[in-house]
């Protein structure tokens, strides 16, 4: 089993950028597809973005594109997502997620911890 661990978190006034990393530790990070999820206070934990094993495809949810990209460095197996024009709305807690399988059409096998993002009007 391996292990996620996400950094970059914290509070952000509106219109501005942070960038979220996520270490990969005890498995062959190269190989999978990777995600970022989040889940707001009184929400249900909702998809953001994903990226292949080989970074030539990324999927971006509609409320986030244009602002977040999402990003990996298979030689340091790590995973970003650099946020810009923050909004209050973006306000959640950030996951980090391993697919099960190279493409991210293949379901999660497991989380990490999280981080959490707030955004100030």
């Known amino acids: 089993q391996g292990e996620l661990v996400e950094s970059g978190g914290g509070l952000v006034q509106a219109g501005g950028s942070l960038r979220l990393s996520c270490a990969a530790s005890g498995f062959m990070f190269n190989i999978y597809a990777m995600g970022w999820f989040r889940q707001a206070p009184g929400k249900e934990r909702e998809f953001v973005a994903a990226?292949?094993?080989?970074?030539?495809?990324?999927n971006v949810t509609d409320s986030v594109k244009g602002r977040f990209t999402i990003s990996r460095d298979n030689a340091k197996k790590t995973m970003y997502l650099q946020m810009n024009n923050l909004k209050p709305e973006d306000t959640a807690v950030y996951y980090c997620?391993?697919?099960?399988?190279?493409?991210?059409?293949?379901?999660?096998?497991?989380w990490g911890q999280g981080t959490q993002v707030t955004v100030s009007s």
């Open positions: 997620a391993k697919y099960h399988i190279g493409s991210y059409y293949g379901p999660i096998d497991y």
């Open positions: 990226v292949t094993w080989n970074s030539d495809s990324t």
